[in-house]
């Protein structure tokens, strides 16, 4: 996978700033690669760096004692990870867990707090992307309540391919099971009916989506919910898709 270059940043919160501003920043980001299943950061402990990924994606996912964890969030190239930094708080509120391999910026948290100290126009952004986030958090716990599993698969399939910007991506059963709080054989058979459908294809860890429109339809309505009000806090979407 290729590491983001110095003039191009890949990322859409830094696409969005001034350029002087962006400019200034990228000389202080590191390109790094991120690997499927590598732990950013633990729940509880101190964030030495926030990523703004490019072309990779994590899982935000909340430890549950006796159950292994709960997602709650997805970050792809549209926001970053560390939005806790701009309520002055470095201590992660989730685990961290690279869900898409890939490259993306890193910067040390010291570093983006005395940005954020600076910059009114850096805080704006971020300050929207925070409230980005918190709806993306109450939206999923409301969702894993009251959405039957197909319906929730769907959506968090969807979200995937956006993140991925392909209609094929590697996922295991084990990791889906993660993903949604459900049993191997809950996921087993809501795929199997979205499957049954067309809408996808999986085959050996490899997830093809088939049918991008008609898994919209069969997805709850969460995943519009979501993107819509990406829109209007922060004025745009994922970035085109990039096949």
Same mark, same amino acid.
């Given at each position: 996978?290729p590491?983001?270059?110095?003039?191009? @940043?890949?990322?859409?919160?830094?696409?969005?700033? #001034?350029?002087?501003?962006?400019?200034?920043?990228?000389?202080?980001?590191?390109?790094?690669?991120? /690997?499927?299943?590598?732990?950013?950061?633990?729940?509880?402990?101190?964030?030495? +760096?926030? +990523?703004?990924?490019? /072309?990779?994606?994590?899982?935000?996912?909340? *430890?549950?004692?006796?159950?292994?964890?709960l997602?709650?969030?997805?970050?792809?190239?549209?926001?970053?990870?560390?939005?806790?930094?701009?309520?002055?708080? %470095?201590?992660?509120?989730? %685990? #961290?867990?690279?869900?898409?391999?890939? *490259?993306?910026?890193?910067m040390?948290?010291?570093? !983006?707090?005395?940005?954020?100290?600076?910059?009114?126009p850096?805080?704006?952004?971020?300050?929207?992307? !925070?409230?980005?986030?918190?709806?993306?958090?109450?939206?999923?716990?409301?969702?894993?309540?009251?959405?039957?599993v197909?319906?929730?698969? #769907?959506?968090w399939?969807?979200?995937?391919?956006?993140?991925? /910007?392909?209609?094929?991506? +590697?996922? @295991?059963?084990?990791?889906?099971?993660?993903?949604?709080?459900?049993?191997?054989?809950?996921? @087993?058979? #809501?795929?199997?009916? !979205?499957?049954?459908?067309?809408?996808?294809?999986?085959?050996?860890?490899?997830?093809?989506? !088939?049918?991008?429109?008609?898994?919209?339809?069969?997805?709850?309505?969460?995943?519009?919910?979501?993107?819509?009000? +990406? @829109?209007?806090?922060?004025?745009?979407?994922?970035? *085109? %898709?990039?096949?």
């Open positions: 996978m590491k983001p270059a110095r003039t191009a @940043t890949g990322n859409q919160l830094l696409a969005g700033l #001034a350029e002087p501003l962006r400019r200034r920043l990228l000389g202080s980001f590191e390109p790094v690669q991120l /690997h499927s299943a590598q732990i950013l950061c633990r729940t509880g402990e101190r964030m030495r +760096y926030v +990523y703004f990924p490019t /072309h990779s994606f994590i899982s935000l996912v909340a *430890p549950i004692s006796g159950y292994g964890g997602e709650v969030g997805l970050v792809g190239d549209e926001g970053m990870l560390g939005v806790s930094l701009i309520l002055g708080v %470095d201590v992660a509120p989730v %685990d #961290a867990l690279v869900q898409g391999a890939g *490259p993306a910026w890193r040390e948290t010291a570093t !983006l707090l005395k940005e954020l100290k600076i910059s009114p850096l805080r704006q952004v971020l300050n929207r992307y !925070l409230f980005v986030t918190l709806t993306q958090l109450a939206q999923g716990a409301a969702c894993t309540r009251f959405h039957l197909e319906a929730r698969l #769907a959506r399939l969807l979200m995937t391919r956006d993140r991925a /910007h392909a209609d094929e991506f +590697y996922i @295991t059963h084990e990791f889906m099971s993660l993903m949604l709080g459900v049993r191997r054989a809950g996921i @087993t058979r #809501a795929a199997g009916a !979205l499957r049954q459908r067309k809408l996808i294809r999986y085959s050996r860890g490899i997830m093809t989506v !088939l049918d991008r429109s008609g898994l919209e339809a069969a997805a709850c309505s969460c995943y519009e919910t979501l993107k819509n009000d +990406y @829109t209007r806090v922060l004025g745009k979407l994922a970035a *085109p %898709d990039r096949h």
